[in-house]
């Protein structure tokens, strides 16, 4: 049997587990990182390090990243949209909760349904990846419902933000997939993405007149470590080892945990309550990124 068609077994899904934790409790880490410096700021400072982490690592693996290979359009293009993505994100949660923001963020893979419909051969839309999108659709109404009865409308703005970074980061994925992207490696897809927005959010910052690393304590220091070492280094790194080992669409139907873990970790960590319109929100959106990804019947 090819090794892309195995199925996970214990061992992988018990690391895709982790994984999703991991990325459920980066919306808090952003927050917490935002309190000391600020959002373009410490999102291209993210950038940046995980860059020089990814350089480092293709260096030691002899994986060139420079190589003229008919990417760079392409590479720049989704470099240019992941800085969008990532400026929005962490603008965000300057106004909604972390909690809001990370299940309406894993609303990306319904853009990704939508486009490869009319981008990627072969990747139609079925059945239950409809029902999927209405489950999607019926979560974001729920929190945008919700948004409407707050007294600080400000929610309103970072909700809106995170589903246009959703949309940012859905869009990405259909431009790696369906462009020369697609056969290059893995660390040289990541290293435009993050070589990119390392560029462009800094311009960003600058037009916004951020206020950039105003007060670097410990936990913010510590959070934005956590994030350029383990969310994007170590746990994309991982990520992408376990999409060269097992069936992809096996795997991916396992990120609706992203977002409970995200709302518990929102809840532990920063106190954020889980209302009602949050928790249906959570149901919906997991079912239908659950239903969009599951593997077709054999």
């Known amino acids: 049997m090819n090794a892309n068609a195995r199925p996970p077994g214990p061992a992988a899904m018990s690391i895709l587990v982790v994984l999703c934790l991991i990325w459920g409790f980066n919306q ?67 106004f909604t909760t972390a909690a809001r923001a990370v299940v309406l963020l894993y609303t990306a893979p319904f853009t990704v349904a939508i486009g490869a419909h009319f981008f990627l051969p072969g990747d139609r839309l079925t059945r239950p990846k409809l029902l999927g999108l209405g489950a999607c659709f019926a979560g974001v109404a729920l929190l945008f419902a919700d948004s409407l009865t707050l007294p600080d409308k400000r929610a309103l703005i970072g909700d809106a933000m995170a589903l246009l970074a959703a949309i940012f980061w859905g869009a990405t994925t259909v431009v790696i997939k369906a462009s020369a992207l697609a056969r290059a490696r893995a660390e040289k897809t990541t290293f435009y993405q993050l070589g990119v927005s390392a560029l462009v959010l800094p311009i960003a910052a600058i037009g916004l007149g951020e206020r950039g690393v105003f007060d670097p304590t410990p936990t913010v220091l510590a959070s934005l470590a956590f994030q350029i070492v383990v969310v994007v280094f170590v746990s994309y790194t991982i990520w992408f080892w376990l999409v060269r080992e097992y069936r ?26 889980v209302e009602a319109n949050l928790a249906g929100a959570v149901v919906l959106v997991g079912a239908g990124i659950w239903l969009v990804n599951r593997p077709a019947p054999t």
């Open 248 to 273: 992809a669409s096996s795997l991916a139907a396992f990120s609706f945990l992203t977002p409970v873990f995200g709302v518990a970790a929102a809840y532990v960590a920063l106190g954020e309550p």
């Open 28 to 94: 808090v880490a952003i927050k917490i990182g935002n309190e000391g410096i600020s959002p373009a700021w410490q999102a291209a400072l993210r950038s940046a390090g995980a860059a020089a982490l990814v350089l480092v690592w293709a260096r030691v693996r002899g994986i060139p990243l420079f190589a003229r290979d008919g990417t760079l359009a392409a590479g720049l293009a989704a470099g240019a949209m992941f800085a969008a993505e990532f400026a929005l994100v962490y603008w965000a949660v300057e």
